[in-house]
């Protein structure tokens, strides 16, 4: 893999990894995803029991730090399906955007379009997620695919802080990026959501998430 | 005459949903996660008639403690969920407290 292909991997990260991107009506979520290359923060507004919509900002920067892109966003969220079982909740999500790329390596800023889908599995025990994201616009094109899964220490309650382990797995297509693997720490405390991770082991990864209502 | 009466008047009075009635518990499907169920305790606090809202993951059990002299219809619960996200196996109206069905658990 030659270094080009290794910076335009550090540099395009995939979008965070949102646990649930459409809430309930007149709730807003704010979330914030944070590593050393890359940071990620939304407000999502849940605006009817299946649609969301909100503005956000992603960064991005090479891991020498050379080239750089910024993409202030707007996105919205469609719920497309909901199960629900006595003791499991499953969703499928379709998620569209725009934004406006900026970057150090071409002149002026770039339209992108950013689709993406999201589908869950958990249980009070087992999480499983897979998502795949685009940055498509000019010379912005790139894809993401995700992959969590990992469980709980024990089944909390609702008054209890939730601990879990979740195993999360990124790669970036057409790019020559390594799949990166994040262990990460998961505490769940009602309307606050927590992760701290080690990607490959190199740098830290915080992502925190916080609903409320007007 | 006039103890019957009273006895009578009590009767009708606490024989009333307002009265009869402290709190609405409702089985749920897809109570999962306490990060997703909190949206149904924020929906329901904002009702004005209710006192208390009670999530229990374990036994799938959502319950409204009711204000004094205020009602709600079971069904305007069902709906609040629903809205959560959340499907509503069954609810009924109930005589306990939020305390009491808490305590239920631990027996």
Redesign the interface.
Known sequence: MNRAALCIAALLAPPAAL??PV???E?VMVMGEVDRNWQDFNAWYTFT?KQAVGPGYMGFRSEDGSRKREIPNVHYNY?AA????????ANIYLQAGLGSATGNDFSGSRTVFLPGFQADY???RIYTAARWHAIQGGPVNHTSRNLQAGFAFY??????W?PWFILDVRKMSNLGMDTEVTPTLRL??????LEAGTVDGKRARLNV?F?F?F | MKRLLVAALAAALFSSPAFAARSIKAS???L????????I???LK?LSEVKAVY????R?VVAVELKDGKDLSPEKIAEEIK?????V?TIVRSEQSIQQIRAEKSK
Do not use: I
């Open positions: 646990a649930h809430t309930f009506p709730n029991t719920r909901r199960w629900n079982w006595p003791d499991a909740q958990e249980t009070r089944a909390g309650e609702y008054d209890d939730s769940v405390h009602k309307n606050l959501f998430m609903n209502s | 749920v499907n897809g999962v996660c306490s990060f997703c169920a909190a949206a305790e924020k929906r904002a999530v229990d993951l374990t799938k809205d959560s996200g959340y499907d196996v």
